[in-house]
């Protein structure tokens, strides 16, 4: 049996990579849609009630505010990016891999600042694993066009 792919077809790792950053994409609206949600008030009485002050809670929930921001705009530009990476565009998915590795840093170096959100740590997973499957051999063979 050949494991080569036929010309022209788009390799399963492909396909599974453009999977993996759509469930990135969608996982990354999310968390936005959760911090940018998030009720405030009750927040702000259960920081002050653990003996914060109001400037630590105020630099606490603008920077729970930011990171439901940077997911956003992450989460959509992502998504928008997956579709060419999947149709064959190589230079996208240059593109797309420095930009999930970027998303991947942010998301790793935000969760060691707050020391919560440690759900976004299973995220960039995704995303590296998506990144690592696009340049398999049967991929890169595929968007060089042998």
Do not use: K
């Not at 956003?72 to 579709?83: E, K, R, S």
């Not at 590795?101 to 995704?126: P, S, T």
Request: aromatic share 8%; glycine share 8%; net charge positive.
């Amino acid at each position: 049996m050949s494991t080569s792919v036929p010309a022209g077809a788009r390799p399963g790792v492909v396909t599974a990579a453009y999977v993996l950053w759509l469930v990135a994409a969608i996982l990354l609206v999310l968390v936005a849609l959760l911090t940018l949600t998030a009720p405030v008030d009750q927040l702000r009485s259960a920081l002050e009630s653990q003996g914060n002050s109001a400037a630590d809670i105020d630099s606490y929930l603008s920077f729970v505010r930011v990171i439901g921001v940077v997911c956003a705009v992450l989460g959509l530009t992502l998504g928008f990016l997956a579709g060419p990476v999947r149709a064959g565009h190589a230079m996208v998915r240059r593109i797309l891999v420095a930009l999930s590795g970027f998303a991947a840093l942010v998301l790793v170096f935000g969760v060691l600042a707050v020391g919560a959100f440690q759900e976004l740590l299973a995220i960039a997973l995704v995303l590296l694993a998506a990144c690592m499957l696009v340049y398999r051999p049967p991929a890169r063979r595929w968007f060089h066009g042998d």
